[in-house]
């Protein structure tokens, strides 16, 4: 059932290439996969491309409440394209700016238990848009996209087929088992992954049949000047007091004002100890001579955003705070939310870390521009990121981040010139507490972060690349793969 989206007047395709964007999961679902897609594909559209997405994600019915979190669940539904797009517009903000249009849908939604994205065939879309080239966007599991592939396949379609997942041992062999199908003939495949670490286990997989190049996810960084640009972000706070930088509006509970400062920072002085017992933290004049920190000012304020749920790591998240924390005076805010949230809840009364580690929950990305603003340092310690778009914007907004080195977040931050990564737990921990006790190697990151921008991650080196693999699959001879 095809869906198309008002278009604005003189929106027309001139010369551009047909492309057909196949995902099992579409907006109004706001995970990674689903926003990035929505933004290439927009970014597309702009540059003068004929531009259409099929996927198994249904429209969602009238009333649908919004995502509890980011990279879950579903914008607020009408039951129409024209509904989502309001929806996902107050909600996410797209990002590459502006509203802008966006392509048509093709939702082949096929019922099944629990709303898995199984879909249906893509043979009548194949026929009735007539791609130039098929571009499948694949996951762990994505089994609306591997059909998408082989039938794009038999219908002499180019296929360029992105990864952007990391894949463990159950999705390598099964995407070992589809590439020896895939492989059998000339016809133009050429595959990607969002990531160099996303693209090893893709690398081992494919034994060199095909090419895999990697190509980052874009983003458009002139959104991130405002905040890059300015030496010390600043907001003013509803009492018309300047303070810790947090949302304006936003609960007492959540994000402390300065009026609750000198209290959040007494909370944070005499946190618990890792073992349970109470304990002073270092804090004070002594360690204010030790790393720097002017009298007054509050504590470094680490900030994570992301879903909440195993495959981020939120426990192992909140132990490194513990560890640092009980060794130097911070404060943390995690932006997020999903089914991790009530354990970490949990953990933070247990520990007695509720003064001075905040859940805010979901926030639209307005406000988590603000909350990065008002922040010293990023922290994103999962193994298994295969790229990491919030650590993206972290970085662009100017923070030192704090990273796992084989995840996908290393490549666009180098060790000691982006923020420090770490392979272990130790490593991790010891990289946060340099920099939330250095300040000076926080301000050079910072200003380095500020001054530079990650170039092939922006929107004209993405199409770019993506270009040059659509002409090469478009090759479909055997030569093409070499």
């Not at 995970?31 to 990035?36: A, M």
């Not at 969602?60 to 914008?75: D, E, F, H, V, Y």
């Not at 160099?196 to 893709?202: C, G, K, L, R, Y």
Request: net charge positive; glycine share 12%; charged share 15%.
């Amino acid at each position: 059932m095809a869906c198309p989206l008002p278009r604005a007047p003189g929106d027309r395709h001139f010369g551009g290439v047909r492309i057909l964007h196949v995902s099992d999961c579409f907006l109004p679902r706001l995970g990674g996969i689903e926003v990035q897609v929505d933004e290439l594909c927009r970014a597309q559209l702009a540059a003068g491309h004929d531009v259409t997405i099929a996927t198994a994600t249904p429209c969602p019915p009238p009333g649908t409440p919004p995502a509890n979190g980011p990279g879950a669940g579903l914008a607020a539904g009408t039951g129409t394209e024209a509904g989502i797009e309001a929806g996902i517009e107050a909600g996410i903000e797209a990002g590459h700016g502006g509203v802008g249009a966006r392509p048509p849908v093709d939702r082949l939604v096929a019922p099944m238990p629990w709303e898995l994205p199984i879909g249906r065939s893509l043979r009548p879309v194949l026929a009735d848009r007539k791609p130039d080239v098929v571009h499948v966007h694949a996951g762990a599991v994505s089994p609306f996209a591997w059909r998408a592939v082989h039938q794009a396949r038999h219908a002499g379609v180019p296929i360029v087929l992105t990864v952007h997942s990391l894949w463990g041992t159950f999705s390598r062999v099964a995407y070992r088992g589809l590439f020896t199908g895939w492989t059998r003939d000339g016809l133009g495949l050429v595959v990607t992954a969002v990531s160099e670490a996303a693209a090893a286990p893709v690398r081992e997989v494919v034994g060199g049949r095909l090419p895999v190049r990697v190509v980052a996810n874009g983003i458009d960084t002139s959104r991130w000047h405002d905040l890059a640009h300015t030496p010390t972000a600043q907001f003013q706070h509803p009492t018309g007091t300047q303070g810790p930088q947090h949302p304006a509006g936003a609960p007492a509970a959540q994000f402390p004002t300065e009026a609750q400062g000198p209290q959040f920072l007494a909370g944070v002085q005499a946190a618990q100890v890792p073992g349970g017992a109470a304990a002073q933290v270092p804090g004070g004049a002594a360690a204010q001579v030790a790393t720097g920190t002017p009298a007054g000012r509050l504590p470094p304020h680490v900030v994570a955003v992301g879903r909440l749920a195993p495959r981020k790591e939120p426990m192992n998240l909140l132990r490194l705070l513990r560890e640092v924390g009980a060794t130097t005076p911070i404060r943390a805010t995690i932006v997020g939310d999903g089914p991790a949230r009530p354990r970490m809840e949990r953990y933070l009364r247990r520990h007695r870390m509720t003064g001075w580690v905040r859940l805010t929950g979901r926030l639209d990305r307005s406000t988590v521009r603000t909350v990065l603003a008002g922040a010293d340092v990023f922290l994103a310690p999962a193994a298994r990121e295969s790229f990491g778009l919030a650590a993206l914007e972290a970085r662009l907004a100017g923070l030192p981040v704090v990273a796992q080195a084989g995840s996908g977040v290393a490549d666009f931050v180098e060790s000691g010139r982006e923020g420090l990564l770490g392979r272990t737990f130790p490593e991790m921990s010891a990289a946060l507490l340099r920099l939330t006790n250095d300040h000076r190697l926080r301000h050079r990151i910072t200003a380095h972060n500020r001054a530079t921008e990650p170039v092939g991650c922006t929107w004209p080196a993405v199409l770019e690349a993506f270009g040059d693999c659509y002409e090469l699959a478009s090759a479909k001879t055997p030569l093409a793969h070499l």
